[in-house]
């Protein structure tokens, strides 16, 4: 199983989520990295859109995951990608693709891609959650729940 993970948001060190801290235990940081997508700011969290355009990137992070199976499994709860085991749409799906990392060039990994519909009001202009969040002075993010 492929053990890389990009994140975006409320998992990038950057951004300094209570979720992050999920990775001191059961990751090591990789690599600053893009991935060729949108970002929609969707409330307290973010949400990636895959994209053709060459213009569009978004800023993240790779995680080198020790165990990936449990954390996998632990980070599709908190992402609510369940794969459609659920009667409800996944607000995001887990899928591997291609980021360009800045110091290791062409990297696989996993990624969560948000499965919903979004609004084009709701795009973070330069593709960085951290950047956005420094015009949000009241944001409260959301903490992950590693009971299980």
């Not at 569009?56 to 908190?78: A, N």
């Not at 696989?108 to 959650?129: F, I, M, N, S």
């Amino acid at each position: 199983m492929n053990d890389l993970l990009f994140v975006y948001g409320t998992l990038r060190r950057a951004v300094g989520a209570p979720a992050h801290e999920l990775f001191r235990e059961h990751a090591s940081f990789v690599d600053e990295a893009i991935i060729q997508g949108c970002l929609y700011d969707l409330g307290n969290f973010p949400g990636l859109v895959l994209s053709d355009r060459l213009t569009d990137k978004v800023q993240g992070e790779v995680y080198r995951l020790f165990t990936p199976k449990p954390t996998l499994d632990l980070l599709d709860q908190y992402e609510g990608a369940h794969g459609g085991t659920k009667p409800w749409p996944a607000q995001y799906q887990r899928l591997q693709h291609t980021v360009a990392g800045r110091q290791h060039g062409r990297l696989v990994a996993w990624v969560y891609t948000y499965a919903l519909a979004v609004k084009e009001e709701q795009r973070v202009v330069g593709g960085d959650y951290a950047v956005h969040l420094r015009g949000k002075p009241n944001y409260r993010p959301p903490s992950i729940d590693r009971r299980s």
